[in-house]
């Protein structure tokens, strides 16, 4: 009865690794190579990522106008054909001021698109600004949506009574700018708890510069636009002097371009479609500074001991150097291994010791 019994055990024991093994194998993961894209990149922040302004724009989609992120989501697609797939997540919405994104990131909101990216870009802090110029143009300058820019000149009859107020405008720009350092600093450092993508935050441009019925706000425009700019670029590394995201930088590339690259004509700073292009050339050059890597699913067929290949799947890396990469694939091949060896050892001591207990049950007896 014994011996019945320790045969049947061991029956089953080869026959449990033989149908967990493969099993084991199936789901393997090894780093595939990097690319000069990402496999997955996500927009969030205000109107000026989610396209507000162009045609096909609509406040729920943002995904059938020539905005920046979706020209670059189909060069991106194209370029990745073949390779892995891709996917453009954009969260942005329109209107929204640093404290809001921060608080769509804190609720959980955004967790699904952070998910397995490999780029953040980030455009936020317009509106903290424009918020006080509209309150401003609104109640002072009893301009509206409908207004044309001539219209800012025709309002101006008591300039001393204006420029007054705009001493006003400027201290509360000032204390809105204060609040907006440390709450740039949150997003990122909320963001970096949820992903290992790369971040990249995109600095202000001045539509006001080259617009001479604008002369009324090109000065304090220039001096608060700049201000905000320089909070992105200073914080974009810690005390210690590590990265915490990457910058892409505006304010050049648009400078006195108000008029051919924006809305400014009907008082409306955002960028029109040659504005989108021109910032989708500047953000690809930052994303091109990086590597990115994906991974892909190995499967083992234990028939004819040949591996073959699944569909390539989206990596949750961010970016890797080509050494990086190579070592980061290694190591993962190795883990696999190690990992198969002591799950198969586990079963093995877990089947010996329940037959060592049943043949010690026997000999009681």
């Known amino acids: 009865m014994l011996i019945k019994r320790i045969i049947i055990m061991f029956a089953m024991l080869i026959v449990s690794i033989s149908v967990i093994l493969p099993c084991l194998a199936y789901a393997e993961q090894t780093e595939a190579g990097s690319v000069d894209v990402p496999p997955k990149i996500v927009f969030v922040g205000d109107s000026i990522a989610a396209g507000y302004g162009l045609e096909g724009y609509k406040k729920n989609d943002p995904y059938n106008c020539d905005s920046y992120a979706n020209i670059l989501a189909e ?29 769509h990131i ?75 350092e440390d709450i740039i600093n949150e997003i990122v450092s909320e963001i970096k708890n949820r992903s290992d993508a790369i971040i990249i935050f995109q600095t202000l441009y001045d539509p ?33 002097g590590n990265e915490k995201y990457l910058v892409c930088d505006l304010y050049k590339p648009f400078y006195k371009k108000g008029l051919s690259l924006t809305n400014m004509g009907s008082l409306d700073i955002h960028p029109n479609a040659k504005g989108h292009k021109l910032i989708s050339e500047e953000l690809d050059k930052v994303i091109r500074s990086r590597k990115y890597s994906y991974t892909e699913s190995v499967y083992e067929d234990t028939q004819d001991a040949k591996e073959t290949e699944s569909p390539v799947n989206v990596s949750s890396k961010g970016a890797l150097s080509a050494e990086e990469n190579s070592s980061a694939e290694t190591t993962d091949v190795n883990k ?8 198969a050892l586990a079963i093995v001591l877990a089947a010996a010791a329940m037959i060592v207990l049943i043949a010690t049950k026997e000999k009681k007896k």
């Open 208 to 240: 006001f510069a080259d617009v001479p019925a604008a002369f009324l706000f090109q000065g304090l425009s220039k001096d608060k636009i700049e201000k905000l700019d320089h909070i992105i670029k200073d914080n974009a590394f810690d005390e210690n």
């Open 106 to 180: 804190k609720n959980g909101e955004l967790n699904k698109a952070l998910n397995g990216a490999n780029v953040v870009v980030i455009s936020i802090g317009g509106n903290d600004i424009l918020k006080q110029f509209r309150s401003f143009m609104s109640s002072k300058l009893k301009l509206s949506s409908n207004s044309k820019l001539t219209d800012v000149v025709d309002q101006v009859s008591d300039l001393e009574n204006v420029l007054d107020e705009m001493s006003v405008l400027s201290d509360n720009i000032d204390k809105a700018l204060e609040k907006y």
């Open 75 to 103: 060069q991106y697609k194209k370029e990745l054909d073949g390779i892995c797939p891709f996917e453009m997540v954009n969260e942005a919405v329109s209107g929204d001021r640093s404290s809001q994104l921060l608080d």
């Open 336 to 343: 696999d291994e190690i990992r198969l060896i002591i799950s």
